[in-house]
């Protein structure tokens, strides 16, 4: 009798520590917006640290799930902090940006005409330049998102110049827009402007490097002068005009 009762208190003690241990479970938890792995690194501090539990956590990029083993609590709390987690993402702001290439001169620009959305510009221009006659020699639109940027390039007759076209020596031109943020106004954090430009000597033709590099800060549909650059009795009036699309 006395080793039947030995037996049965060790039976009691055990049952005891098996009803005191931590009941633990799992879950799988689907990834709908964000980064599993991103996500995972940000929650995992919020598992349990008891020792001998036996709280995991892990997270698959293929199925787009974290799996949680820890208390009901925590993994209910763990939960709670993915799902704040794993909003949408917000896309950034677009852009459309036109560049536009106006040439000024002294003296007449035969065949020369500008467009009517770039005629107050010139406007102004004709009062506060030595120019008093203007065309347009390229036009370039582009569209980008906020915190990226754009670059292009092209060729442009050289007749506006003062070359003929048969002469097959263009303008080359080229543009760059670097870090180019979205907000109450739009902002370039570098707008770089460079052409290669046609010179007559005696003997022959030559090219000379011309522009320009500057930070711009424009609001949105506003015509802005970026920039100008002369070549002989002439110069390269640089447009930039920026419209903030809807995200």
Do not use: C, W
């Not at 000024?104 to 510009?121: F, M, N, R, T, Y």
């Not at 046609?198 to 920039?227: D, M």
């Amino acid at each position: 009798m006395k080793r039947f009762a030995i037996l049965f208190t060790m039976l009691l003690f055990a049952t005891a520590a098996l009803a005191q241990q931590p009941h633990v479970t799992a879950k799988i938890i689907e990834i709908h917006n964000g980064n599993p792995g991103e996500i995972y690194r940000a929650v995992r501090p919020l598992l349990s640290n008891t020792p001998g539990l036996g709280s995991d956590m892990s997270f698959n990029n293929d199925t787009r799930t974290i799996t949680v083993r820890d208390l009901p609590e925590n993994v209910a709390m763990i939960e709670e902090a993915i799902t704040r987690l794993d909003r949408p993402v917000a896309q950034p702001a677009g852009v459309e940006l036109k560049i536009s290439l106006l040439i000024g001169s002294k003296s007449p620009l035969p065949g020369a005409a500008v467009p009517e959305d770039l005629a107050p510009v010139v406007k102004q221009l004709q009062a506060t330049l030595r120019y008093s006659h203007y065309g347009l020699m390229a036009a370039d639109v582009q569209r980008t998102r906020s915190g990226e940027g754009i670059e292009g390039s092209g060729v442009a007759s050289p007749t506006l110049i003062g070359m003929a076209a048969t002469e097959e020596h263009p303008v080359f031109y080229n543009y760059r827009l670097m870090n180019i943020r979205v907000g109450t106004s739009v902002d370039v954090e570098q707008f770089t402007f460079g052409m290669r430009v046609p010179l007559k000597l005696e003997k022959g033709i030559t090219y000379q490097n011309v522009g320009f590099k500057t930070p711009v800060s424009i609001q949105p549909n506003e015509k802005v002068v970026i920039g100008t650059t002369t070549m002989g009795d002439r110069a390269v009036i640089v447009v930039l005009m920026a419209t903030v699309q809807e995200k």
